[in-house]
C-alpha cells in the first residue's frame, strides 16, 4: 500500500479543514481590500485574556488544527517512518505587521450585523504548528507543517506560494520574519494530548476520512495541486504524461507552478 506523501497529505487536509469551516459555509468573498501601508501601526497590549477585542481562530483553536487532522489521519493509514515524537510548537507572535480583519453577516440579528475575526490586532497572538523529527537524520532537524498561517495575509504562503507551510524548523523561523517582528517559542507538548472539543474533533474527523478518501481514489479522481478541491471540471498538466497532475482553474495553475516545476516531466525531461 503505497503511503500519502506528507505534502499531499497537508493539502488534503487543509481544503477539507477550510470549506467545512463553519463561519464561512454558505459564503462567498464579496469583497477584498488592503489599507494603506503608509499608515501608522498601533498594537493593542495583550492583558493575557482572549475575550480582548474579537477572537481570533474561532471554534476550531485554528492554530492546534493542524496537529489534530494530521494525527487523525495516521489512524487512517500505517506510515513509513514513526510519528510519535511529534510535537505542537506554540509560539507567542510578537510585533506582527500585518492585521488582518475578516467580517462575516450573522445568521441571526438586524441588518448589519456581523461576526468580527482578527489576526495581528495585538502582540504576544498565539500561534502553533505541527512538529516532528525528520527520519534519518542525527542533526535532529525537524519538519514542521503550519495550515493555518495564512490568517496572517499572502506572507504567511509556504516557500513556493502555497496555501500552507510545509519545511524544516529553522526556514520557518525565518520566513516568519515577513509576518512579526519576533516570534518566541512559548509552550511544546505532545501532539496526540491536543483536544480541540467533541464538536470540532467529530467535524475534523470527517475532514480527515474525506482527505483519505480522495487519496484512495486518486486513480480515478483527483484533485488541485494548488487548493486540494476535486471535481469533474478538473483539468491535467499537459507536460506530465505518466503522473496525474490536476489544476481547478488557470489562476491556479499559475500560482502552483513555482511549486510543480520542479517535478513537471516536461521540464524533467529536458
Not at 493509514?77 to 506554540?90: A, F, G, H, N, T
Not at 478518501?213 to 506530465?240: D, P
Not at 489544476?247 to 521540464?267: D, S, V, Y
Amino acid at each position: 500500500m503505497e503511503p500519502i506523501p506528507l505534502r499531499t497529505l497537508t493539502l488534503l487536509l487543509n481544503y477539507e479543514r477550510t470549506v467545512s469551516d463553519p463561519r464561512f459555509v454558505g459564503m462567498r468573498l464579496l469583497e477584498s481590500t488592503e489599507a494603506d501601508p503608509s499608515l501608522q501601526q498601533w498594537l493593542v497590549k495583550s492583558t493575557g485574556n482572549d475575550a480582548d477585542g474579537h477572537f481570533k481562530g474561532g471554534p476550531d483553536t485554528v492554530e492546534y488544527v493542524a496537529s489534530f487532522l494530521v494525527s487523525m489521519e495516521f489512524a487512517f493509514k500505517p506510515i513509513l517512518i514513526d510519528m510519535s515524537p511529534r510535537s505542537v510548537i506554540k509560539f507567542s507572535i510578537n510585533g506582527p505587521f500585518l492585521h488582518v480583519v475578516t467580517s462575516t453577516p450573522k445568521a441571526t440579528g438586524g441588518a448589519g450585523d456581523s461576526n468580527i475575526m482578527t489576526t495581528g490586532a495585538k502582540d504576544k497572538e498565539g500561534h502553533g504548528i505541527l512538529a516532528f523529527p525528520c527520519p534519518g537524520k542525527k542533526d535532529k532537524q525537524q519538519f514542521v507543517v503550519d495550515m493555518t498561517r495564512m490568517e496572517y495575509g499572502d506572507v504567511g504562503r509556504g516557500t513556493y506560494g502555497e496555501n500552507y507551510f510545509l519545511g524544516t524548523l529553522d526556514g520557518y523561523m525565518k520566513s516568519m520574519r515577513s509576518i512579526c517582528v519576533d516570534p518566541e517559542l512559548v509552550q511544546t507538548w505532545d501532539a496526540c494530548q491536543t483536544a480541540l472539543g467533541s464538536q470540532t474533533e467529530t467535524r475534523l474527523k470527517a475532514c480527515a476520512q474525506r482527505a483519505w478518501e480522495k487519496w484512495q481514489n486518486r486513480e480515478s479522481e483527483g484533485w488541485c495541486e494548488h487548493c486540494g478541491k476535486g471535481g469533474k471540471e478538473l483539468k491535467r498538466c499537459r507536460g506530465c504524461r505518466m503522473a496525474k497532475v490536476w489544476w481547478c482553474c488557470r489562476e491556479h495553475q499559475l500560482a502552483g507552478w513555482n511549486l510543480h516545476k520542479h517535478t513537471c516531466e516536461r521540464r524533467t525531461d529536458a
